[in-house]
C-alpha cells in the first residue's frame, strides 16, 4: 500500500495545526458558526444531532494493522468505544468534541491517515475495487491509479470549491464491485491490444435525482489518464448549477446538456489540456505503482476441511476466488443479526489489525458494503482466522444475502435525515435470521436510507427502503430492481409507504413473491426483472 513522503507528511500536519487555530478561535468565539462552518466540513467534521462527527479517509479503503489500531484508539479515547464504516469506504465517529478535533488529526497524521476533503463541495475520498489486487477476475490492481488521482486532487486549487461535492470511482475488471457508474465518474481500467488505459464514465449519482453514469470515452491512454480526468471536471466547474444545490451534481449537466454535448465539450478541453502539460510523468505512475507490488505467495492447500457445518457455510458465503490459487480473500461482517451495519468496536478493530498481521501480509480493505475484508488469506490459515471472528462476533456467514444490509446512520444521528435506518435494519435482519430464509433467498441486496439524500444507496437495492417524514411520522417506502454491480439499475418504487411494522412485513411478502415465481437458478434481480413489478404489488396493495 502507499506510504507517504516527506512532502505528504508534511501537507497532513500542515492542515492539521491550521485546523487546530480554526478550531480554537471558534471556541474562544472569534468565528461564528457560519464562518467556521465551511472550515471544519474541509476537515470531515459535521455537526450532526447530537455531537460532532468526524469523517476519517480511508483512500480506496486500504488500510494497515497500524492505522486499524489507530482507529481503535481513537474510538476509545475521543467517542464512545466504536467507529463507523461507510460505503465510501471511510469511518466516521459519532460523538466528537470540537476541543478535541485537531488532537484526533494530529493522532490520524502520525499513522498517514487524515479527514481532508471528506466533505465540502470538493473531490472526495476515490474510491476502489475492495478486491483490487486480489481478485482473480481483474485486469490490473486498479489501486495506483486511484492513488494518482488521490493526488492530484488533494488540495487542487481549481477543484476545492466545485458546485457540489464530487465522487470518483475507479475499478480493474469487467465485475462492477464498486457502484463505480453511480459515481460522478467512474473509471474503469482496461486493456485494449495488450495497451493499458481507462474507460470514463460521467454524471451517475444517487440522491434526490438518481441517474447512472453514461460512457463518455471507451479508451484514455494512461500517460492522459488526470488530463482527461480534468477535462471532465473543468467543464462541470463551468458549467455546474451554483444557484440550486438540487441541481448542482454533475448528473444534472450531463443529462440537460445531453450526454453527446457534454462530451463534446470534455474533448474540446482535453484536446486544449493536453497543450498545457498537466499530465504528471509515467515515472510517478511507476514509482506509485511499486508499493502496490504483490505480496511474497506462497503455495499451499487449495482445499479445506469442510467437516465443521458453520465453517463451511462461512466459506461458501464469506471468501472469495483469489488471483492465487492457494489464497482467498476473506470478508469480515460487520452485520450480525440484529447488530448495527457497519459498526465495529474498538476491540473489533484491534482484532481485525492482529488477523491482518498474521494472515493477510499487514492489509485490510473497507469495503463500500460497509464491511471489512481481509484481502489475502491462505487457504490453509482459512479455519483459525474464521475461529477467531467467530467468537468475536465478526463471523456472520452473510455477505451479499439479505442479512447483509447497508443502512445508513438515519435519525439516530444524522440532521438531515426524515426516518432512523438503524431500528429498521435490525429487524429485519433478526426477522430473516430467526426464520431460517436467508440461505433459500439466497443472493438478495438491501439497502436503506434515512433520507433523499440515498447514504445507504438505496435506489441501487435489489430491495431499497427510503425512510420519509410524512406529516411529522416516519414512513418507508419500498423500491425494487436496483443494481450497483455491471448490471447496473435503478429501484422503482412500489407505491404507497409504509410505517415500521409494515415495511418489515413488505419484505417478507416480497421475497414470498420472489420464492414462489423464480426458476432455477434466478437471483431475486433475475427474477423482478422477468415477471415485472405488478406481482410485488398485487402481494403488497392487493
Not at 469506504?89 to 459519532?94: D, K, T
Not at 481532508?116 to 472526495?124: D, H, V
Not at 462492477?176 to 495497451?195: N, P, Q, Y
Not at 500517460?223 to 463551468?238: F, S
Request: charged content about 25%.
Amino acid at each position: 500500500m502507499y506510504q507517504y513522503d516527506s512532502y505528504d507528511q508534511a501537507m497532513v500536519d500542515a492542515r492539521v495545526e491550521e485546523f487546530r487555530d480554526q478550531a480554537r478561535r471558534r471556541l474562544e468565539g472569534k468565528l461564528t458558526e457560519d464562518q467556521f462552518k465551511p472550515l471544519r466540513l474541509m476537515n470531515g467534521l459535521y455537526l450532526q444531532l447530537h455531537a460532532y462527527m468526524l469523517r476519517v479517509a480511508i483512500p480506496y479503503g486500504t488500510l494497515n494493522p497500524r492505522q486499524m489500531e489507530a482507529l481503535a484508539t481513537i474510538a476509545e479515547k475521543y467517542d464512545r468505544g466504536y467507529g463507523h464504516f461507510t460505503t465510501r469506504q471511510n469511518i466516521q465517529y459519532n460523538w466528537i468534541k470540537l476541543e478535541d478535533a485537531a488532537d484526533i488529526l494530529a493522532d490520524l497524521s502520525k499513522v498517514e491517515m487524515h479527514a481532508i476533503q471528506t466533505s465540502g463541495n470538493c473531490i472526495r475520498n476515490i474510491s476502489a475495487d475492495h478486491f483490487a489486487g486480489a481478485a482473480a477476475d481483474e485486469v490490473v490492481d486498479p489501486r495506483p491509479y486511484a492513488e494518482l488521482m488521490r493526488q492530484w486532487s488533494s488540495f487542487h486549487p481549481e477543484f476545492t470549491y466545485l458546485p457540489r461535492k464530487f465522487k470518483i470511482a475507479v475499478i480493474g475488471s469487467e465485475t462492477d464491485r464498486a457502484a463505480m457508474r453511480l459515481h460522478d465518474i467512474g473509471i474503469r481500467i482496461v486493456k485494449r491490444d495488450e495497451e493499458t488505459g481507462a474507460q470514463f464514465f460521467a454524471g451517475g449519482g444517487m440522491g434526490r435525482t438518481p441517474m447512472i453514469a453514461p460512457m463518455i470515452r471507451d479508451f484514455v491512454p494512461l500517460d492522459q489518464l488526470i488530463t482527461y480526468a480534468e477535462a471532465c471536471l473543468r467543464v462541470y466547474n463551468r458549467y455546474g448549477r451554483r444557484d440550486n444545490k438540487y441541481k448542482a451534481r454533475i448528473k444534472i449537466l450531463v443529462h440537460e446538456l445531453g450526454a453527446a454535448e457534454y462530451t463534446r465539450q470534455v474533448e474540446e478541453e482535453f484536446a486544449h489540456m493536453l497543450t498545457v502539460g498537466v499530465e504528471p510523468p509515467r515515472e510517478e505512475l511507476a514509482r506509485i505503482a511499486e508499493h502496490f507490488a504483490l505480496p511474497a505467495f506462497v503455495d499451499g492447500p487449495k482445499t479445506l476441511d469442510r467437516s465443521d457445518p458453520d465453517f463451511a457455510l462461512w466459506v461458501d458465503r464469506n471468501t472469495h476466488r483469489h488471483k492465487h490459487d492457494a489464497y482467498v480473500s476473506a470478508v469480515i461482517s460487520l452485520k450480525p443479526a440484529g447488530g448495527i451495519p457497519g459498526d465495529a468496536t474498538a476491540d473489533q478493530m484491534r482484532l481485525m489489525a492482529r488477523l491482518a498481521k498474521q494472515y493477510s501480509f499487514d492489509e485490510l480493505r473497507v469495503m463500500h458494503t460497509q464491511n471489512v475484508l481481509l484481502p489475502h488469506v491462505r487457504i490453509a490459515d482459512l479455519h483459525s482466522v474464521w475461529s477467531a471472528l467467530d467468537e468475536a462476533g465478526l463471523g456472520s456467514p452473510n455477505m451479499d444475502t439479505i442479512e447483509d444490509i447497508i443502512a445508513c446512520p438515519g435519525l439516530d444521528y444524522c440532521s438531515l435525515a426524515n426516518a432512523r435506518s438503524i431500528p429498521l435494519a435490525q429487524r429485519i435482519s433478526e426477522r430473516f435470521a430467526a426464520s431460517g430464509r436467508t440461505a433459500e433467498l439466497g443472493e438478495l441486496k438491501l439497502k436503506i436510507s434515512g433520507c433523499i439524500n440515498a447514504c445507504g444507496h438505496h435506489h441501487a437495492g435489489h430491495i431499497g427502503i427510503l425512510g420519509v417524514d410524512k406529516k411529522g411520522v416516519e414512513n418507508f417506502q419500498l423500491s425494487l430492481g436496483g443494481s450497483e454491480a455491471e448490471d447496473v439499475s435503478l429501484a422503482k418504487i412500489t407505491g404507497p409507504g409504509f410505517d415500521e411494522d409494515g415495511v418489515v412485513a413488505a419484505v417478507e411478502k416480497v421475497t414470498d413473491v420472489y420464492l414462489a415465481s423464480r426458476t432455477e437458478g434466478e437471483r431475486f434481480l433475475d427474477t423482478y426483472r422477468r415477471i415485472g413489478m405488478e406481482p410485488f404489488k398485487e402481494a403488497l396493495y392487493g
